[in-house]
């Protein structure tokens, strides 16, 4: 088991839907993290937060809309997917103590988009 | 853009055996880490290397470190069937909070 908690751990949405994947930790890690990782692929890093405040935005399409209510929660919010944003949502934290400190993984959520 | 590439790609090996498999990466470092990913599941870390260690060792795992090479190598030994995961190496991406990972190399372990 994790210490990183994402729920649901399948989504199947329409390109019309809007929904929403979240992450707790109880670690008290100051960072926070989105990757997306498509089959046989390394994860892709999609945001950052630290101390609630996007700090990395990896270019990613405005259709993912990321929130960081407070430190132990992490939203990713969805609107109007396409097919090709398939993939495994991973969530991650970190203490934020030096550069690539040691990321702890949530088992992610499996999102089809139909 | 990948900081790290792995090699090889994939590795299939009887239990017993010992694995090997490498990274190579761009720029210049702090650390560089190891995790495993079962198969749907999230990453686990394994293992961290700092800039100025050579080599560490965690119970069945030796990883080392050459950065003249920009390179670093992860050892599993005496391989068991539950080791079968990928495993990839992740390292600074510009700016230096950002955790990129490598390409992984998909380990089958047969019993």
Known sequence: ?114 | SQQGEEDPQALSIQEGENATMNCSYKTSINNLQWYRQNSGRGLVHLILIRSNEREKHSGRLRVTLDTSKKSSSLLITASRAADTASYFCATEGGGGFKTIFGAGTRLFVKA
């Open chain 1, 1 to 114: 088991d994790t210490e990183v908690t994402q729920t649901p751990k399948h989504l199947v949405m329409g390109m019309t839907n809007k929904k929403s994947l979240k992450c707790e930790q109880h670690m008290g890690h100051r960072a926070m993290y989105w990757y997306k990782q498509k089959a046989k692929k390394p994860p892709e890093l999609m945001f950052v937060y630290s101390y609630e405040k996007l700090s990395i935005n990896e270019s990613v399409p405005s259709r993912f809309s990321p929130e960081c209510p407070n430190s132990s929660l992490l939203n990713l919010h969805l609107h109007a997917l396409q097919p090709e944003d398939s993939a495994l949502y991973l969530c991650a934290s970190s203490p934020w103590t030096e550069p690539n400190s040691p990321l702890h993984f949530g088992n992610g959520t499996r999102l089809t988009v139909t």
